[in-house]
């Protein structure tokens, strides 16, 4: 399993980005996928996440980013996508995708991460 | 915004064993939600290291170990060894429909 995230840089408050995450080694279509964040220096945040197709493709975001923040999937190219829109200064972190899974119908946790991709926002 | 409370820093000498609390509350780890660690190495992604409280994924040693007991979950490393420097985080799910992840703990060999 191999996750790479691009599409990270430099942008200015308010300004728009949409970041990449190329998956190879399962098959990308049966898995829900997931953002997190992580601000320099600090914790992991949850970003949002993406059912499968199976499950209608349905998204759920973090409040900090809902209305905000995109997540989409195309299946076809295996690569899941996070467009970020009104960017703030808040949002300067580097940002992981990952694969998740789950036991029976309990909450997913998150199997393998990406490298990840800094994304800084600032004047 | 870090949900789940742990210790900011634990250490031991190489060859001992350490744990790390998780600290929640009733809206998540007390929700009967399942608790999972990850291991951040310096400068890279964070790894899957125990799931569903107890469980190794494939290639984790059997030095860690994770266990879950109430609001609370816990992981022990024992054999501390030097390639163990790293920061820790514990992850749930919560109530209100969000993933929430512990504040850190860094673990340092003496």
């Known amino acids: 399993v191999q996750l790479v995230e691009s599409g990270g840089g430099l942008v200015k408050p308010g300004q728009s980005l949409r970041l990449s995450c190329t998956a190879s080694g399962f098959t990308f279509g049966d898995f829900p996928m997931s953002w997190f964040r992580q601000a320099p220096g600090k914790g992991l945040e949850w970003v949002g996440f993406?059912?499968?197709?199976?499950?209608?493709?349905?998204?759920e975001y973090a409040a900090s980013v809902k209305g905000r923040f995109t997540i989409s999937r195309d299946d076809s190219k295996s690569i899941a996508y996070l467009q970020m829109n009104s960017l703030e200064t808040e949002d300067t972190a580097v940002y992981y995708c990952?694969?998740?899974?789950?036991?029976?119908?309990?909450?997913?946790?998150?199997?393998?991460w990406g490298q990840g991709t800094l994304v800084t926002v600032s004047s | 915004q870090s949900v789940l409370t742990q210790p900011p820093s634990v250490s031991g000498a190489p060859g001992q064993r350490v744990t790390i609390s998780c600290t929640g509350s009733s809206s998540n780890i007390g929700a009967h939600y399942d608790v999972h660690w990850y291991r951040q190495l310096p400068r890279t992604a964070p790894k899957l290291l125990i799931y569903d409280n107890n469980n190794r994924p494939s290639g984790v040693p059997d030095r860690f170990s994770g266990s879950k007991s109430g609001t609370s979950a816990s992981l022990a490393i024992t054999g501390l060894q030097a390639e163990d420097e790293a920061d820790y985080y514990c992850?749930?799910?919560?109530?209100?429909?969000?993933?929430?992840f512990g504040t850190g703990t860094k673990v340092t060999v003496l």
């Open positions: 993406i059912r499968s197709k199976a499950y209608g493709e349905t998204t």
């Open positions: 990952t694969r998740a899974i789950r036991s029976g119908d309990s909450p997913y946790y998150f199997d393998f």
């Open positions: 992850q749930s799910y919560d109530l209100s429909g969000v993933y929430v």
